[in-house]
């Protein structure tokens, strides 16, 4: 008889400080690697959310931009308004019976327009007063003045016998002195059509005018405009 084989003896198992098989390191990396993409993925989203609120915000930023700087161009600003020329007609003061003051000029008023738009004025008026107080006002019809130009408007004074008792005494030294100072103040008001838009400018200038009663001469004046 055939004597039987004794069975193959089993390799002894690993101990467990012995270091893994090959394929059980390559899946341990896997699952880390895994693990490491898992918590990435939000930080990359995040990224692209705030990079693509970057690019709205900048075409949004720069319209605006562009919007107030057109809206401050063409924004209307009031007229400048200055004496181009006063020309003396007649003045003469009486004492008896009281103190009584007779004017007469011509008075030329310039008006620039500093807008893009045509500039539609309603009426010139022009007061004159004495020492602050006073003596009556002029006012001249209106017009238009074209866009960024140039308009002169005419204004005839015209003050017969205005009665000044306040400032008699001053006025008797102002003639003794060969100067009487008088205030004159020329307002233009209006409006600018922007699109359909009907904004209200107003322009201002105010001068004092030194007038020697003797020769119908001026001696020298004084302007400057007012806000």
């Not at 390191?25 to 990079?51: I, T």
Request: aromatic residues 6%; proline residues 8%.
């Amino acid at each position: 008889m055939a004597k039987a084989q004794p069975p193959p003896a089993r390799e002894p198992l690993l101990p467990s400080s012995a270091s893994p098989p090959p394929y059980l390191d390559a899946r341990a990396g896997a699952d880390a690697n895994a693990d490491s993409y898992v918590l990435l993925v939000p930080v990359r989203l995040r990224r692209l959310r705030r990079g693509c609120r970057c690019r709205c915000l900048g075409p949004l930023l720069s319209t605006l931009a562009l919007l107030s700087l057109a809206g401050f161009l063409l924004w209307p600003a009031d007229p400048d308004v200055s004496v181009a020329r006063l020309r003396l007609a007649h003045v003469s003061v009486s004492a008896r019976p009281t103190v009584r003051v007779t004017i007469s000029a011509a008075l030329k008023v310039r008006v620039r327009n500093p807008d893009l738009f045509a500039l539609d004025y309603g009426r010139l008026d022009v007061d004159i007063g004495y020492r602050g107080a006073p003596l009556g006002r002029v006012t001249s019809g209106g017009g238009r003045v074209r866009a960024r130009a140039v308009s002169y408007i005419d204004a005839n004074l015209s003050l017969d016998g205005i009665s000044v008792v306040e400032d008699a005494i001053y006025l008797l030294e102002d003639l003794a002195r060969g100067s009487v100072p008088f205030d004159t103040v020329a307002e233009v008001e209006g409006h600018v059509h922007l699109f359909f838009l009907s904004i209200p400018v107003k322009g201002r200038i105010s001068c004092v005018v030194h007038i020697n009663p003797h020769n119908q001469t001026i001696v020298h004046q004084d302007c400057y405009p007012e806000a």
